[in-house]
């Protein structure tokens, strides 16, 4: 079970950190990944990181902005979003991919990733 938190308000410029917490599983033998949802479009690819934490893919959009982290000790990973502008309002999903690899393909592509959370929503606005 994944359970998503820390969505909220903030201005354009700002910061905010949304965290994915799991339980039961093995929750560092997974691949996590975040993607999101924003009104009246498709879900796409936000983050992704290696169950061991070495490896990290971003979407261009957010690269230079946003950084993935997990702490296995913790069952937890992070999303630290800076620099957010009004195009990155959405829901936020994390998400668990149990093969491990740490290939681009697999780690990038939402219909790879086995366990879905509910979502946190992040509104940036003035």
């Known amino acids: 079970q994944l359970q998503a938190s820390g969505g909220g308000l903030v201005q354009p410029g700002g910061s905010l950190s949304v965290f994915c917490a799991a339980s039961?599983?093995?929750?560092?033998?997974?691949?996590m990944g975040w993607f999101r949802q924003a009104p009246g479009k498709e879900r796409e690819f936000v983050a992704a990181?290696?169950?061991?934490?070495?490896?990290?893919y971003y979407a261009d959009s957010v690269k230079d902005r946003f950084t993935i982290f997990r702490d296995n000790a913790k069952n937890t990973v992070y999303l630290q979003m800076n620099i957010l502008t009004p195009e990155d309002t959405a829901v936020y999903y994390c998400?668990?991919?149990?093969?491990?690899?740490?290939?681009?393909?697999?780690?990038?592509?939402?219909?790879?990733?086995?366990?879905w959370g509910q979502g946190t929503e992040v509104t940036v606005s003035s």
């Open positions: 998400a668990a991919e149990v093969s491990g690899s740490t290939r681009y393909a697999m780690l990038t592509a939402s219909d790879k990733y086995s366990y």
């Open positions: 990181i290696s169950r061991g934490g070495g490896t990290t």
């Open positions: 039961g599983g093995t929750f560092s033998w997974y691949g």
